[in-house]
């Protein structure tokens, strides 16, 4: 059974930045893309960002760009996800999800950020 | 970006009830739906893709219909372990995908 682990939660200032993994169980990345997503209280996914690694290719939500890097291991084993110059409204959970042309199954585990 | 709304923004019912949840897009998405389940603490988990069809080991009870801006979510036959969040995912001109704000299920 795929499975995604996450690193752990993180509490950083203002102004600072924050680098989030994700370890995949065997081969799980192949052939897929990684996605980041993240999940503020009483609200739904907010989508953040994918990265291709067979293609080395990122895209990024607008709101985010220039602040967050999403990349991988190669062989894709492991993603990353960073975001910089945080803010309070940064604060969330967030997750990595095995891309599947936008479908995403499985998650991780979830990785809290706070931003304070 | 596509904008999905879901209704009922929250509902109760009991064990054995049948519910159905709604999402609109606020533009036609052809059948690129999903639905996920997420419960208090967990990430969510993938019920339907492309409207309707079932993701391997979902219970049955659970179905999925429509096409377009309209699509539901059916539950026949509550269970307490469906006692959760709903949210609905488009995935058509991905990326971005976007998702809807959630239906939270609660026991009456």
């Known amino acids: 059974q795929v499975q995604l682990v996450q690193s752990g939660a993180e509490v950083k200032r203002p102004g600072s930045s924050v680098k989030i993994s994700c370890r995949a169980s065997g081969d799980a990345f192949s052939g897929y893309a990684v996605t980041w997503v993240r999940q503020a209280p009483g609200q739904g996914p907010e989508w953040l960002g994918r990265?291709?690694?067979?293609?080395?290719?990122?895209k990024y939500a607008q709101k985010l760009q220039g602040r967050i890097t999403i990349t991988a291991d190669n062989p894709p084993t492991t993603g990353y996800m960073e975001l910089s110059r945080l803010t309070s409204e940064d604060t969330a959970v967030y997750y990595c999800?095995?891309?599947?042309?936008?479908?995403?199954?499985?998650w991780g585990q979830g990785t809290l950020v706070t931003v304070s | 970006d596509i904008q999905l709304t879901q209704s009922p923004s929250f509902l109760s019912a009991s064990v054995g009830d049948t519910v159905t949840i709604t999402c609109r897009a606020s533009?036609?998405?052809?059948?690129?739906m999903a639905w996920y389940q997420q419960k208090p603490g967990k990430a969510p988990q993938l019920l339907i893709y492309s409207a309707s069809i079932l993701e391997s080991g979902v219970p049955s009870r659970f179905s999925g219909s429509g096409s377009r801006t309209q699509f539901t979510l059916t539950i026949s036959g509550l269970q307490p372990e469906d006692f959760a969040t709903y949210f609905c995912?488009?995935?058509?001109?991905?990326?971005?995908?976007?998702f809807g704000p959630g239906t939270k299920v609660d026991i009456k």
């Open positions: 995912q488009q995935f058509d001109g991905y990326p971005p995908a976007t």
């Open positions: 990265f291709i690694p067979s293609l080395g290719v990122a």
């Open positions: 999800v095995r891309d599947g042309g936008g479908l995403y199954q499985p």
């Open positions: 533009q036609d998405i052809s059948s690129y």
